[in-house]
């Protein structure tokens, strides 16, 4: 027997929605202007699939392709590297405008501001972006992996130059570690995609970065005449992709903002947690945190991310490993005539989860809940590529991880 999905729908009381600012359409532009400023930018592609639309009985289904990324096969360089701007910004006195990557790169940048050192944990993608930026810009990193972590991520972040460990802890003790090193380094500075009190800055920028994704899949769905998603379905570890996701598009359409349904891996589902209990208090998930979906591995949730999520996310669902490997192998192995996404474990849940609501009747009230059917215009993001390649060809070569 496989293992269910579990889900709910948002019952929890609203707050003063404070936190929706930090995702304006303002500060996501500037955000989108620093990345434009790179070498290596350029927008990734929006994958339409017609024939598993039609095949799943949807309107329109469309995935973010995040494998092009900066060459880095992932989306999280978006948040560290606008993070590091505006850290440095700030530092200087200065509007993040004028930190473009040719001042960033340069003599006069390095003179003026010299170095710092950027700690940060990871499960991987997060920890390369970093690393990659730093390198990119002249600076130090610092990166901590928690157990079980795996070799190919591992080297991906050594070979930016960055000094990384695995350590024997949990991802959520790993951003502790890292925090406290920071604190006791001269020009120390954490830069961690999760919020906690007194540590809400450096994250709202993080996520602010993560606005670029979503403002081009905005952009790239509007070139193809789909006005507005009706649903977004995005994934999460602390919250912090959902929140900045989920943020962008309400501004983006206050007036009739799409349907959010928010997943997790079901062995660190914290915003399902918290969402069940419904008091609009976020929950957390210790232990081990065991599951494929290694970049949602995380059981203590971004506080900023939390306060947008509660007051706009319209369900929560808690996914099984078999979700994210069967959305793995249906991007890898699409229907005629739609192209191919190469997603990773934590990349294709949205796939697996999609095709489940539409597909198997256990799951009729959920998709009832939420509207999902044959006029629903449907945007998910592939968050990743095949990161840890051996694992992704053992999913879809192998059958690892199957729903029977």
Known sequence: MKEAIKWTLNRM????????????????????????????????????????????????????????RFGLNAFK??????????YIAKEMGR????????????????QEFGQATFFTATDGNHGRG??????????????????GSTKPRFDNIAKEGAQVTIEDVNYDDCVRMAAAEAAQTEHGVIVQDTAWDGYEEIPSWI??????????????????????????????????????VVGYFTNLFPNDPPKFIVMEAQAADCLYQGAMAGDGSP??????????????????????SWDILRNHVTAFVSCPDWVSAKGMRMLGAPLKGDPAVISGESGAV?????????????????????GLNRFSQVLMFSTEGDTDPEKYRRVLWDGEHAAL
């Open 207 to 244: 996520m602010q970065g993560y606005g670029t994704m979503a403002g081009e899949a905005a952009e790239q769905l509007r070139q193809i005449s789909v006005n507005r998603p009706t649903h977004v379905f995005v994934q999460a570890g602390v919250g912090s992709l959902a929140g900045a």
């Open 95 to 110: 509007d993040v405008s004028g930190m473009t990557y040719q001042y960033l790169t340069s003599e006069a940048f390095r």
């Open 350 to 370: 949205g796939m697996g989860l999609i095709a489940s609501l539409m597909q198997d009747d256990t799951y009729q009230d959920l998709r009832d809940a939420i």
């Open 13 to 68: 009381p609203k707050s003063g929605d404070k936190q929706l600012s930090v995702m304006s359409l303002d500060s996501v532009a500037k955000a989108r202007r620093f990345h434009s400023s790179f070498p290596q930018y350029s927008v990734t592609p929006l994958a339409q699939l017609e024939g598993m639309a039609q095949h799943l009985g949807l309107g329109g289904l469309f995935v973010k392709n995040e494998s092009y």
């Open 283 to 304: 929950r957390m998930v210790g232990g081990d945190l065991q599951t494929i979906m290694a970049g949602l591995a995380c059981g203590e949730p971004n506080t900023i």
């Open 130 to 147: 970093v690393a990659w930026a730093a390198n990119k810009l002249g600076q130090k990193a610092v990166v901590h992996m928690p157990k």
């Open 77 to 86: 360089v978006l948040g560290g590297s606008f993070a590091m701007g505006r």
